[in-house]
């Protein structure tokens, strides 16, 4: 692993919302002017490579990857594909995160699922199913998405409240620390009702 591997993994990981010469330091513990000349350096081999689509934007004090201007036109035909084709499978799982979670960054979609989502997330805001909602307010202020009006009617919702429930970790976090307490598998009344049964069969029989 090398020194501008880390650069280049950490900028990609950072996706739209950028990561600045600080934020770089403190993930490689690098000092501040060895992560600028391996920004510099990265810049220059993104140019000098003619195979490679990259390059890297600096907006104010953050730095991100972009793909290179002479790419704009394959990169809008995959953005702007038939709306009509069913979702895919990362598509679905980052439309559920959004559902549930809204409003969340994408960094926050990123830790849930463990891959970069970046270009799901454009295609579903292309598809009007999600959009910004605004900026959360912690450092590089990145996006917070959430569904669409259009959502709703795509998934035949006529409010998110109608999104069927989900177990959520704290639900699981208060079952777990009942480790002496049994869960039943069915509504108390119909749980007696039950065992009730069980007993008399049991002295019958």
Do not use: C
């Not at 972009?66 to 594909?81: D, G, H, I, W």
């Not at 199913?129 to 605004?134: A, D, F, H, I, Q």
């Not at 002496?180 to 065992?195: I, R």
């Amino acid at each position: 692993m090398t020194n501008l591997q880390q650069i280049e993994a950490l900028l990609f990981v950072a996706g739209d919302e950028g990561v600045t010469i600080a934020e770089l330091a403190h993930a490689t513990e690098f000092a501040k002017p060895a992560v600028k000349g391996l920004l510099d350096s990265l810049t220059q081999r993104y140019v000098n490579d003619d195979d490679s689509a990259l390059a890297l934007l600096q907006t104010a004090d953050r730095y991100q990857l972009v793909t290179k201007t002479s790419l704009v036109n394959v990169v809008q035909r995959y953005f702007t594909a038939p709306l009509t084709t069913a979702l895919s499978q990362a598509s679905l799982e980052v439309l559920a995160i959004v559902a549930y979670r809204q409003p969340i960054t994408r960094m926050e979609v990123d830790e849930i699922r463990g891959v970069q989502s970046s270009s799901t997330l454009q295609k579903l805001v292309m598809r009007d199913l999600v959009t910004s909602k605004g900026k959360a307010d912690e450092p590089g202020r990145p996006n917070l998405y959430g569904t669409t009006d259009y959502f709703l009617n795509y998934f035949g919702l006529s409010q998110i409240t109608e999104l069927p429930p989900l177990v959520n970790a704290a639900a699981l976090d208060e079952l777990q620390s009942q480790a002496n307490q049994t869960v039943p598998l069915m509504p108390s009344g119909e749980q007696q009702t039950t065992e009730n049964t069980l007993e008399n069969e049991e002295q019958n029989g």
